[in-house]
């Protein structure tokens, strides 16, 4: 059986993608966050909530510049999960010997393979043209 992982995220660009570069292979891909809502009882006085789950997303096709996305822009983002487990050397922690040990994080990034723009919130159904993913040999 094959096994994977898919993540659908509906929330708000942290700020327009940007264009970045690897230092590996030279590639370029863009780079952003989105803001989903927590859902909890606290809420600010206009109704809008105090938490929200951020979550960093790589975009690996260049159409993505067409949508002309910028901060705060309502998006739907399909893609697949990355996840890095390191040492966050800022935190430490005693091990069971009594030794300062490092304190282990994971990092998850969104590897976006569709990215459609929210044109009607009232009615979260209705997008704007998919940028689909390049397809991978």
Known sequence: MRTFAKVLIQGRLGDAPQLKQSSKNDSTFWAFSVACDKEIESQFPDGRPQ???WFNVLCFNPAIEELNLKKGDPVLIQGTVDVRTRADETYKG???????RPVWRDSWTIR??????????????T??????AKEWD
């Open 112 to 125: 976006a393979t569709n990215i459609r723009p929210v044109i009607d919130e009232a009615h979260p159904s």
């Open 127 to 132: 997008f704007g043209q998919p940028v689909k």
């Open 51 to 53: 938490k929200a789950n």
């Open 94 to 100: 005693k091990g069971e010997d009594g030794k300062i």
